[in-house]
């Protein structure tokens, strides 16, 4: 006997789904898109939906795992260029990310930070997914300070750990300023403090107040 054949939705229909939607939460946030508005714009039907996803909220977690997929692998292209120095590593992939944002006129913003604005305070399970991807991020800055401090790039007795996650809070910082700006300049102040102040500083003197 043969087997019975079912019609299941292309893998492209998941594909078309998880981009309308990351389009519309970062242009309009996750509460103010409706399930057929995400419909509309990836043109399948409803029942394709269901068939990926369990509800909108699950939709919502995987196109945050879809996203933060994206930008972990562009952050490892920069960051694993062993031919960079580390510091010029990390720059590049900011300023790659700077020009991304102008590209796209200074709208959207950050998926992260969108809706850790919008659902951290409202949803659990988006507060503790949106905490694990921006952990995983600043634990991917850190090796790459600790690794300019293997080099001697970085000062030694500064915590990678700790100056990782003010990188990362005061690049998401300049993503929101720039948005209401909507100008590059917010970026751009990120760029020259964080890399030509705060990583350059000097080392503290260990003589002591004289």
């Known amino acids: 006997m043969s087997a019975t054949r079912t019609n299941r939705p292309p893998v ?3 594909t078309a789904l998880i ?11 996750y ?3 409706g399930l057929e508005e995400i419909l509309k714009e990836a043109k399948v039907h409803k029942g394709s939906f269901y068939h990926f996803f369990k509800s909108k909220e699950d939709f919502g977690l995987q196109v945050v795992a879809e996203y933060a997929a994206m930008r972990m ?49 409202h949803s659990e399970v ?15 800055i850190a090796r790459c300070f600790r690794e300019a401090q293997q080099v001697g790039d970085l000062r030694a007795d500064f915590d990678a750990d700790r100056l990782a996650g003010f990188c990362l809070n005061s690049w998401e910082g300049a993503i929101l300023r ?22 350059k500083s000097s080392p503290p003197s260990d003589a002591g107040p004289r």
Not at 126 to 140: D, G, H, N, P, Q
């Open 73 to 121: 692998a562009s952050l490892d292209e920069q960051l694993n260029n062993t031919d960079v120095r580390p510091l010029a590593r990390l720059r590049r992939f900011f300023e790659l990310s700077a020009l991304r944002h102008q590209s796209l006129g200074y709208r959207k913003g950050c998926l992260f930070g969108n809706l850790g604005q919008e659902m951290a305070d």
């Open 31 to 33: 509460n103010h898109c």
């Open 126 to 140: 988006f507060r503790t997914r949106l905490e694990e991807v921006l952990s995983e991020y600043r634990a991917k």
């Open 178 to 199: 720039m948005k209401v700006a909507k100008s590059y300049e917010p970026l751009d102040d990120f760029l020259f403090v964080m890399f030509e102040t705060v990583l």
């Open 19 to 29: 981009a309308a939607g990351t389009h519309l939460i970062l242009e309009k946030g």
């Open 12 to 14: 492209a229909t998941r």
